[in-house]
């Protein structure tokens, strides 16, 4: 893919935004000195998870299980930060919908975390994706093999673009709900989806090509042409990552130049996820 540079201004930073051979419009932070201190914290399991440990060809990761044994199992998808606070919160609400669902979090990152802009950059970019696809794939299997007739994908920022592509890649994928992110045509066509898939965006967000209304539409047009049940919801007001309602993440969001909250957008994108996987993961 050709390379290309898109610089967006928010209130408070300035970013580069570079494409790669597999997102269409990845973050990227202009380098800075801070950018050479890099470095990665371990990942400690929250007392709400079960940690397991799940085999895939010739390696392994670990994932974070919470929620009934037998209920619908959704693998929910970290953003560029790892397995933190915010994917945990997310997946811990998941397991408390209704009508029950169990959520499974595979560590992409292998137990590395960022904790600023340039340490999850960094993540990012070594993130080896058809790779994370089989660790998606792996997952659903646990989850079937585990009490769980139907497997959906949830994600958000990075991996919401990840969940739309297992609806092209992962035959075991039940359904879909996707958080602003949307995959390059180099890792998945969404023209190809196979399994119905809801996509969730902000009417603000600036990460042009990835997460833009112009994303989001262009994803809306793909997904008609694939046939599958679709959904596209565009939140008036909203920024990117406008679900990370957590203390922390708000702080974080803050400190990205991402100042909009709309807690009747939260709960609207909750009330539809919850709909769209009961439908589809219903025995």
Same mark, same amino acid.
């Given at each position: 893919m050709a390379a290309g540079r898109f610089v967006i201004a928010s209130?408070?930073?300035?970013?580069?935004?570079?494409?790669?051979? !597999?997102?269409? &419009? &990845?973050?990227?932070?202009?380098?800075?000195?801070s950018v050479h201190r890099f470095q990665i914290r371990s990942m400690a399991?929250?007392? =709400?998870?079960?940690? $397991?440990? $799940?085999?895939?060809?010739?390696?392994?990761?670990?994932?974070?299980?919470?929620?009934?044994?037998? &209920?619908?199992?959704i693998v929910v998808l970290q953003e560029w930060w790892g397995v933190d606070f915010e994917v945990k919160n997310h997946a811990i609400k998941i397991?408390?919908?209704?009508?029950?669902?169990?959520?499974?979090?595979?560590?992409?990152? +292998?137990?590395?975390?960022?904790?600023?802009?340039a340490e999850a950059q960094h993540l990012m970019d070594g993130l080896d994706w058809q790779g994370a696809v089989k660790d998606i794939q792996a997952s659903a299997n646990w989850l079937k093999a585990n009490g769980s007739r139907k497997v959906g994908v949830t994600g958000f920022c990075m991996g919401g673009a990840l969940s739309i592509a297992s609806s092209? !890649?992962?035959?075991?994928?039940?359904?879909?709900?996707?958080?602003?992110g949307v995959p390059s045509s180099d890792l998945a066509d969404p023209a190809k989806a196979k399994a119905p898939v809801q996509a969730h965006f902000g009417e603000h967000d600036n990460f042009v090509g990835f997460s833009d209304i112009t994303a989001a539409k262009a994803l809306?047009?793909?997904?008609?042409?694939?046939?599958?049940? =679709?959904?596209? =919801?565009?939140?008036?007001?909203?920024? =990117? &990552?406008?679900?990370?309602?957590?203390?922390?993440?708000?702080? +974080? +969001?803050?400190?990205?130049?991402?100042?909009?909250?709309?807690?009747a957008a939260v709960e609207l994108a909750w009330s539809r996820f919850t709909t769209w996987m009961a439908q589809y993961l219903s025995a």
């Amino acid at each position: 893919m050709a390379a290309g540079r898109f610089v967006i201004a928010s209130s408070s930073r300035i970013w580069n935004k570079s494409k790669t051979s !597999l997102f269409s &419009a &990845a973050p990227s932070l202009i380098r800075s000195p801070s950018v050479h201190r890099f470095q990665i914290r371990s990942m400690a399991a929250s007392s =709400h998870f079960k940690k $397991i440990t $799940i085999q895939r060809d010739d390696t392994s990761f670990d994932a974070y299980v919470v929620g009934e044994d037998n &209920a619908p199992g959704i693998v929910v998808l970290q953003e560029w930060w790892g397995v933190d606070f915010e994917v945990k919160n997310h997946a811990i609400k998941i397991s408390q919908l209704q009508p029950g669902f169990k959520a499974l979090i595979p560590d992409l990152y +292998r137990g590395k975390v960022g904790l600023d802009v340039a340490e999850a950059q960094h993540l990012m970019d070594g993130l080896d994706w058809q790779g994370a696809v089989k660790d998606i794939q792996a997952s659903a299997n646990w989850l079937k093999a585990n009490g769980s007739r139907k497997v959906g994908v949830t994600g958000f920022c990075m991996g919401g673009a990840l969940s739309i592509a297992s609806s092209v !890649l992962v035959p075991e994928v039940d359904a879909v709900v996707a958080f602003y992110g949307v995959p390059s045509s180099d890792l998945a066509d969404p023209a190809k989806a196979k399994a119905p898939v809801q996509a969730h965006f902000g009417e603000h967000d600036n990460f042009v090509g990835f997460s833009d209304i112009t994303a989001a539409k262009a994803l809306e047009e793909k997904l008609k042409a694939s046939g599958v049940p =679709h959904e596209v =919801h565009i939140y008036p007001g909203c920024g =990117h &990552a406008f679900m990370n309602r957590s203390e922390e993440g708000v702080k +974080r +969001r803050k400190s990205m130049g991402l100042e909009d909250e709309n807690e009747a957008a939260v709960e609207l994108a909750w009330s539809r996820f919850t709909t769209w996987m009961a439908q589809y993961l219903s025995a």
